[in-house]
């Protein structure tokens, strides 16, 4: 092969040469993958590295499962269909059964499926379109800290402002509304005073006939919020929001794009709530790392026409093997029950961690999606008494844990939040390794600071 005997600096040079300024990862990962399996990753000059971002969440058994790419193979020694628009397959009908069978029968019994384009964000314009045409309304709700795509409409969704600043034109009709995020609570209140006066707040703003806000097409959310941190929405915050929007009938549409299929410690994000919501975008992991994304839906918000949405790869039957493989692996495993109890693990590391270090203001999350703040204890504290963010610090920690061979992502507000995304199949070893490797970079990377603020 040409790129053999290549290094990580010779590919990282021709990427930056061809590739757009728009890339992202290999700013700050600098490395060029060679091989990979579990949750090991290994670059070009043999560095071996712990994978806790695992494509953003979608490598629910890992790399290179064996289960996963059993059934690659044998779907290309059949001689199957690579691609079929969205005309059906065996392999098709059989990640329709797998998939349906995994979600609670509440909704399962009462859905339809609408295969998408491959990346998450279509999904999302595609939950849009459905409930702007089922309800004939035209505003959408969504919530401060939310990332769904990049796509026009989905972007027009996001909380973060950075992405669109320089993207006029942006989807009209899109209200974004305080999330139960009670480290930086949007009220000044904290505690369960957060959740209870945000959902208080959704309520009365949509029975305020003097609002602003037409009548609403829908109203998306992630239970944990995912780029935004690590954020978990409290169970009766949901629980809340789900009478809201049953009671006025607005369709609630689950974003569980990065939470789908046991990451969160339950199969779906809203299974903690126990609520049943009426549009379900998924991607990620269910396509079994392969492109895939879909939309399941309440039978009765069915009113599209044929065509009303479409697209070229919604038929790839690979990712359909190799998710109906990872979704049937997951549930006989009970994989989001092994996520639960590797997510405490860890998070008693992290909780230890913390303990020493005032730097570290908030550890959060669920499952096998956490995420730890980092703050600056030296600034001017909030009104609840909680540090200002420390983007850099958090860079730092970032840059250490990469010299260590752990590689782990940045989110939330001002980019100051580490996460933790492993795949699912991680062991107790995994678990102890990848929080010693965390906890020496931010040793590291707090002594850093105080030598270069002379504070050592």
Known sequence: MKYANATDDSLLSQQALRESNART??????????????????????NEYLDCLAGAGTLALGHNHPVVTDAIEQMLSESRPLHTLDITSPIKEAFVDELFESLPSEFADHAKIQFCSPAGTDAV?????????????RS???????????????????????????????????????????????????????????SEYVERLLDDPSSGIVEPAGMILELVQGEGGAIPAPDEWAR????ITRERDIPLIVDEIQTGLGRTGELFAFEHADIVPDVVTLSKAVGGGLPLS?????EDLDAWEPGAHAGTFRGNQVAMAAGRATIEYVVENSLH???????????????ELGRDFEAVGDIRGRGLMLGVEFVDPSGEPDALGHSPANPELAKRVRQECFDRGLIIELGG???????????????????????????????????TRRLVEGTA
Not at 165 to 192: K, N, T, W
Not at 343 to 348: E, W
């Open 413 to 447: 507000r001002h980019s100051c939040t580490a996460r933790f995304l492993p795949p699912l199949i991680v062991d107790k070893s995994d678990i102890d390794e990848i929080a010693h490797r965390f906890s020496e970079a931010v040793h590291a990377a707090v002594e």
């Open 25 to 46: 990862y290999p700013r700050h990962l600098p490395l060029a993958i060679d091989e990979a399996r579990g949750v090991t990753v290994t670059d070009m000059d043999g």
């Open 140 to 198: 959408m709700l969504a919530f401060q800290g939310g990332y769904h795509g990049m796509t026009n409409g989905a972007l027009s969704l996001m909380g973060d402002t950075g992405p669109k600043e320089s993207v006029p034109g942006l989807m009209a009709d899109v209200h974004h509304l305080p999330y139960p995020y009670a480290y930086r609570c949007p009220f000044g209140l904290g505690g369960d005073d957060t959740h209870r006066v945000a």
């Open 125 to 137: 314009e595609a939950a849009m379109k459905l409930t702007k045409t089922a309800t004939g309304n």
């Open 337 to 351: 029950t092994h996520a639960a109890k590797m997510g405490a693990r860890l998070r008693d590391h992290l909780d």
């Open 294 to 298: 879909v939309v399941l839906y309440r």
């Open 240 to 243: 809340e929001i789900r009478r």
